[in-house]
């Protein structure tokens, strides 16, 4: 499918990098979109992530948009030693809605409630919440058995003929009971992947749907409902058996000690080298927006070599004549490597290498997913894009593109 | 052609290391006295001067203002030069190309930096210095990293194990310890031995702690006047038989680079090598002063240099060529590896 025809990109997050920018804007530069799209962040609420679902679904039946990318993405993080980070997880995962159909949404029902279960005001980095058996008896069973059990009226179909019924985890015992008091048998209800992915927020109902649909047949029924000051329910059918067998991918395991640094949630050893880091020169950013975020370089139409950074001067042919070039979806190989411990690196050695895009082109990149030493030359990777940096001065997220190993075959 | 055109009356050296007793200033001065003294002239000679800084001017401040503040040079013209590790060529270039062209009859070319003021080991982080658009795109690399993908390429290109390559590369240092130990003004003066390279920290894989140079302070200086004025000066002048410099465009990281030779070296050897007249470098050459930031540079210089044949040079280290003793002996001095790395060590 050709991204670059996505009309909207809408994202969902609950801890969004900023405040102020819009992160949709950056998924879209990532994957290098026209600008003539809307974009919008759907936050505030676990629950954010359904509410683009149906927004996406509304604006393609009344002809609005042709395809529209849901993009959710949450990084919950509990204080330290509280239930909530025990069983957060981080995830993301997108859907394009449009008119060539995997799945179709058939409908909705959504209720929402000012129920205060968990808060965190604009000052506060962790949230607070109110008492479990509380929200477990006036919230969490209440709104997702009233949030389907509507959808199921409202389309006049009975628990019996829904194949997966799928809906967050919040307390193990009382999970399937919501979806067996409605009727449902226990094989119907789609494991909640809290053993193994924890609670992850906004991403965790589309995580839920790519499992479920993994293992149903074509013509099944779905329900998927989240949970978040209310709860939405949306009813989908599978039109095609589903063509992807491992839609869900965990990361390799880090210390959660890593884990901390990353979130700079432990203040790590930095060093003066890294103090150094030079201040963020917006206008560059936004000058190279492509060049830096969709990962384009440029093509001579002379010659046909591929080169990135993007040139003025075809460095094969001199020809001044050049076109923007898109790296990013290219797979490549390591050409030469390195573990470097003197650079500064929040997860050091800093583990870089040249890689040489297949169709021509090379440049260096930060490699990453990959454990040290395994890495060796001639490697295939693709590209991910990533957080580079954070610039502590200018108060800015960096992100670019890194090359991830792959597994060949 | 500068062949045979110039000559150096004079030079001076600083004592090269951690010299957390001195600063631009005092370096500058160190290395100015000296080849004043061994030029036979004074400071009032000098009618033009060329300084090379590099990562320096963030202590000392950019533009030609601190040699003259420093030394008191009284309003000549001095031009400030940097380009990274061959700013003191640069330097010695554009004096060579004063008195050639006339322009004055006797120049200074030095270069000076004081690099033990960033609060940490290795060079300045290159974050600040690689322009700010790189610095978005960039690997967070540093020169130890950046030099070892070249050792990760020489050794899958040729074969090598990374055990027999990091012991072919642990010779290098072993020979220039040996070498440095000897020099009084030499950074590191002590003997070391491939078990202690092969043993040290790795500080980028495949380059451990002794495969790189280590960051020194110091200057050095040269004084030029045109060919035919030498001999008033000293009856041992030092002719110039040929200067190249070759910047590269970008190719090597963009689209056709085979990663194990510096093509810069390569383009600069063969023009500096046909100035000179020189057809055969590895028979005409006596004595062998390059560029050993790195182990692995050490190694792929040789063959860029055109003395050992191409993928050879490993075998060249292993039989001592390069060794004191050996057929060209080179980095007699101890090389960047012991007298010590400033990035303008000019001469």
């Not at chain 1, 058939?106 to 109110?130: E, L, M, N, P, T």
């Not at chain 2, 004055?104 to 290159?126: H, M, N, Q, R, W």
């Not at chain 2, 980028?204 to 008033?232: N, Q």
């Not at chain 2, 600069?268 to 930031?293: Q, T």
Request: one cysteine or more.
């Amino acid at each position: 499918m050709r991204l670059r025809r996505c009309r909207c990109c809408l994202l969902c997050k609950h801890n969004e990098p900023y405040k102020e920018r819009q992160n949709a804007e950056i998924i879209a530069i990532a994957l290098d979109l026209e600008a003539d799209i809307t974009t919008a962040d759907f936050t505030g609420s676990t629950k954010a992530v359904t509410t683009a679902l149906i927004s996406a679904a509304n604006s393609i039946a009344v002809g609005e948009a042709k395809r529209v990318l849901v993009c959710a993405a949450d990084c919950r993080i509990g204080r330290p030693g509280s239930y909530l980070e025990m069983v957060s997880g981080d995830a993301a995962a997108a859907v394009v809605v449009g008119k060539e159909k995997l799945a179709s949404i058939d409908g909705y029902h959504c209720v929402s409630y000012d129920f205060a279960d968990i808060w965190r005001i604009d000052k506060d980095d962790f949230a607070r919440s109110w008492e479990d058996r509380w929200i477990r008896d006036e919230g969490y069973t209440k709104f997702i058995a009233e949030a389907i059990s509507k959808l199921l009226e409202k389309k006049k179909i009975d628990a019996s003929e829904i194949a997966k019924v799928a809906y967050p985890c919040l307390y193990p015992r009382e999970h399937p009971k919501i979806a067996l008091s409605l009727g449902f048998s226990q094989e119907r209800i789609q494991d909640p992947l809290i053993v193994t992915l924890g609670n992850t927020g906004n991403a965790h109902p589309l995580l839920m749907l790519a499992a479920a649909l993994e293992r149903v047949k074509k013509g099944s029924k779905i329900i998927v409902a989240s949970y978040g000051n209310g709860s939405d329910a949306v009813l989908f059918t599978a039109r095609e058996n589903f063509p992807f067998s491992k839609s869900i991918g965990v990361s390799k395991k880090m210390s959660y000690r890593k884990y901390l640094a990353f979130r700079e949630l432990l203040p790590v050893e930095k060093g003066m080298r890294g103090e150094d880091i030079a201040p963020t020169p917006v206008s560059v950013l936004w000058r190279n927006r492509r060049e830096i975020l969709a990962l384009v370089g440029s093509k001579c139409r002379k010659c046909g070599t591929p080169q990135y950074p993007s040139q003025r001067v075809c460095v094969a042919c001199r020809s001044q004549d050049l076109e923007p070039y898109r790296f990013a979806d290219r797979r490549g190989r390591i050409f030469s490597l390195t573990e470097d411990y003197l650079a500064f690196s929040i997860n050091p050695p800093a583990i870089y290498g040249i890689i040489d895009f297949e169709g021509g082109g090379r440049y260096w990149f930060d490699i990453t997913d990959c454990e040290l030493g395994e890495l060796k030359v001639g490697m295939p990777v693709r590209m991910s894009f990533r957080r580079k940096d954070f610039d502590p001065r200018r108060r800015v997220y960096n992100y670019f593109w890194k090359a991830v190993p792959e597994v060949e075959g | 052609m500068i062949r045979d055109r110039v000559a150096i009356i004079g030079m001076g050296c600083t004592k090269f290391g951690e010299r957390w007793d001195a600063g631009f200033e005092d370096l500058a001065l160190e290395a100015f006295n000296e080849a004043l003294d061994d030029a036979g002239i004074e400071a009032k000679d000098i009618q033009a001067a060329w300084l090379a800084t590099c990562f320096d001017e963030v202590m000392s401040g950019k533009s030609g203002l601190p040699l003259a503040n420093a030394l008191k040079l009284p309003f000549i013209p001095i031009t400030r030069v940097e380009n990274f590790c061959a700013s003191g060529s640069e330097a010695l270039r554009g004096a060579v190309y004063a008195v050639a062209s006339g322009a004055c009859d006797v120049a200074l070319a030095i270069g000076v930096e004081k690099l033990k003021d960033t609060g940490y080991g290795g060079l300045p982080e290159f974050g600040t210095v690689m322009g700010t658009r790189n610095r978005l795109i960039f690997p967070n690399l540093t020169a130890p990293g950046a030099f070892a993908m070249l050792a990760t390429r020489y050794f899958s290109k040729y074969g090598l194990s990374s055990e027999k390559g990091r012991e072919i590369l642990a010779r290098i240092p072993v020979k220039s310890h040996r070498n440095g130990a000897m020099n009084p003004k030499a950074h590191l003066r002590r003997e070391i031995t491939v078990e202690d390279v092969l043993n040290a920290p790795i500080i980028a894989w495949p380059l451990g702690l002794y495969d790189c140079c280590g960051v020194s302070d110091g200057a050095a200086a040269a004084i030029v006047v045109r060919a035919e004025d030498a001999k008033k000066y000293r009856e041992d002048p030092i002719y110039i038989k040929a200067m190249q410099i070759s910047a590269s465009p970008g190719e090597e990281l963009l689209y056709r680079w085979d990663g194990v030779h510096i093509e810069t070296t390569l383009r600069a050897a063969e023009r500096a090598y046909k100035e000179a007249g020189i057809e055969n470098p590895r028979k005409e050459i006596d004595l062998l002063e390059l560029h050993d930031c790195f182990s692995i540079t050490e190694l792929v210089t040789y063959e860029d240099l055109k003395i050992s044949p191409r993928g050879e040079a490993w075998k060249d280290v292993e039989n001592g060529f390069f060794e004191l003793d050996g057929e060209i002996p080179c980095r007699t001095d101890g090389g960047l590896k012991c007298f010590g790395h400033q990035l303008v060590h000019p001469v």
